[in-house]
């Protein structure tokens, strides 16, 4: 009995230690947009697909990972996730001797495919290896390295990345040919910290290779001809999965756009933008996280997602209405407040799932497309108002979403047939 508590103590572990890496991964996104912006002289909508390549691989590669979960398991599919982030990190390398902005693209998309099967199998297995009673807050302790990464990534990026270029001023003085020198070289900077990324991942994919891991799997006696339709019956696991495509895509506009936000509405410099980004954004983020791991224990994880969902309303009323620092602290503040949101409408969503368990945790990831879709909705308000202030409207739409679905759509509807 003890042998087996502390091997599902470990598993848990190894597990929560991907939610950190996939994390810190996401995390340099926010450094990549300017970095890449200023590099290839792209407007706010083409920075934002960043983004979109990484978040449209949720939608492509989330039902291909719930299968590979199904007919592989856990600890296999989490092996074939680790080594497409390696491979994508590794491509870096070509993607700045090319100095092409599809092939950074590309790279990214990899990334984010392993990322995709990874986030399948980690968000179950972690709510699933325990006491069913404590899932939401299980999941949400996990959740919380990935706020740990928030914190430490952006910090680190932008030592890593956006020290090593140009001023705007020397760039301005110099000809052409030599301006396109300077941009190549800044492009080129992203090799060293994505080659030691690739390294981390290559070595954690060892560790699960030779470790046992836990084989948890539903029953899947009855679930002979069941697939998407299936799952779907769940009004609440539909309702999960338009509230997760929305959250996500809040979250990805907040952080995403932070630094560029933060030196249009408050004038600040990148690299002091980037630390608020990680000491700010982040921080508030992981420690939202285990503040709302705790706060479970009083309050039912449905009315805390409502009751934050309302508060980051009125912190994106705040940073689009505001000027100076206080629409940075607002956004600061919205990171707090998002944190508990997607491991809560995901837990919340597969909760009496049953036998369409895998099937629910791959509809609501795949719902992470959201990210791919709502940034580019805010680049174009920003392009088309010149002021990114205006494009957290679509941050502001997405919370009135998740607050529904915090106050009546996480109810399950068994009868509700699809």
Known sequence: MAAAKNNTRFAFIMVT???????????????????????????????????????????????????????????????????????????????????????????????????????????????????PATSTQRLNFAQSFNGLAATLAPIIGARMILTKGFSDEALNAMDAGARQMALASEAASVKTPYFILGCVIVLIALIFAFIHLPDIKEDTAADSGRGIMHALRHKHLVWAVTAQFFYVGAQVCVFSFFILFAIKSAGIDKIKAADYLGWGCGMAFMVGRFAGTFFMRFISPPKLLALYAFMNILLCIAAITLTGMITVYAVIGIAFFMSIMFPTIFSLGIRNLGTDTEMGSSLIVMSIVGGALLPPLLGYITDLTHNIQYGYVIPLICFVVVLFFGLKGYKPHPSWAV
């Open 17 to 131: 230690s991907l939610f950190f890496m996939w994390g810190f991964v996401h995390n340099l996104d926010p450094i990549l947009i300017p970095h890449l912006k200023k590099s290839f002289s792209l407007s706010t909508l083409q920075s934002s697909l960043v983004d979109s390549s990484v978040f449209i691989a949720y939608f492509l590669m989330a039902l291909p990972a719930g299968y590979i979960m199904k007919r592989y398991g856990y600890r296999r599919g989490i092996i074939s996730g680790l080594i497409l982030f390696a491979i994508g990190s590794f491509l870096f390398i070509p993607a700045a001797n090319t100095q092409q902005y599809t092939y950074f693209l590309m790279a990214l998309f990899i990334i984010a495919c392993g990322l995709t099967i990874l986030e399948t199998a980690a968000n179950p297995y972690a709510s699933l290896l325990g006491d």
